[in-house]
């Protein structure tokens, strides 16, 4: 009799821990993929925000930010100029030029200055209409790599043979898996949660089965001259240049 329940308690403990096996096979993948997706498009959103920033920032100074620092301080501190004319006079002599018109004081310019922060809220309003909620880009943070500890972005510039000037910002997939257990494991989660994310996950970001088929991500091109979002290749020595 003894033998018997020992028999079926050990089938029992076989039976659960080749399920727990198979579960932590199942999820561990699935956890990798949806953690690695989450946070590239993080990144993507951000660099979004930056490339509209870079737009209006060389509208402004006619060229791009060189230093996230100074698309810091352009959101924070800058105006876009508006400029238009208006008559002065309701009656202006024929023949005149708008040229000679203006000179002679039947038209003046008028600036009006718009905060940047209000300028590039009416422009991601726009870009967000197209969006999910959990998808929006958002100035918020926009110059901080995700789960890096604040880490910020770094532009590059380059100029071409033509005086054309570009830019890059640049995301290796290291980067955006550095420290994966804040996703894996959250600190703010509860007791049971964690000791279960810790059974399943953890060292997930060592596993390089999954690792090999993450992509990195850059904001435009230092050989295309192009300002869209764009995934690179698979992560090498190159892609960090």
Request: hydrophobic share 30%.
């Given at each position: 009799m003894k033998s018997k329940v020992l028999v079926s308690t050990l089938v029992i403990v076989v039976a659960l821990v080749f399920t727990f096996l198979t579960a932590k096979s199942i999820l561990?993948?699935?956890?990798?993929?949806?953690?690695?997706?989450?946070?590239?498009?993080?990144?993507?959103?951000?660099?979004?925000?930056?490339?509209?920033?870079?737009?209006?920032?060389?509208?402004?100074?006619?060229?791009?930010?060189?230093?996230?620092?100074?698309?810091?301080?352009f959101y924070e501190n800058g105006v876009f100029v508006v400029t238009s004319t208006r008559r002065t006079s309701d009656t202006i002599p024929e023949g005149l030029s708008m040229e000679e018109a203006e000179k002679q004081g039947y038209y003046e310019t008028i600036e009006v200055k718009i905060p940047i922060k209000d300028k590039i809220e009416e422009t991601l309003a726009e870009i967000n209409k197209k969006r999910e909620s959990n998808d929006l880009v958002l100035m918020k943070d926009f110059q901080y790599i995700p789960f890096?500890?604040?880490?910020?972005?770094k532009i590059e510039i380059c100029t071409t043979d033509s005086l054309v000037q570009k830019f890059a910002v640049y995301v290796p997939v290291e980067v955006i898996?550095?420290?994966l257990q804040?996703?894996?494991?959250?600190?703010?989660?509860?007791?049971?949660?964690?000791?279960?994310?810790?059974?399943?996950?953890?060292?997930?970001?060592?596993?390089?089965?999954?690792?090999?088929?993450?992509?990195?991500?850059?904001?435009?091109?230092?050989?295309?001259?192009?300002?869209?979002?764009?995934?690179?290749?698979k992560n090498t020595d190159n892609d960090e240049k």
């Open positions: 561990r993948p699935k956890k990798f993929s949806d953690v690695y997706n989450a946070r590239k498009e993080l990144n993507v959103n951000r660099l979004t925000a930056i490339a509209e920033l870079q737009k209006l920032y060389k509208k402004e100074h006619g060229e791009y930010a060189s230093k996230i620092e100074d698309l810091e301080d890096t500890d604040n880490q910020k972005y898996l550095n420290d804040k996703s894996t494991i959250p600190e703010e989660s509860g007791f049971f949660s964690r000791c279960f994310g810790k059974i399943l996950y953890s060292g997930l970001e060592n596993d390089m089965r999954e690792r090999r088929n993450c992509v990195g991500v850059q904001l435009g091109d230092t050989v295309k001259p192009s300002i869209e979002v764009i995934e690179l290749g």
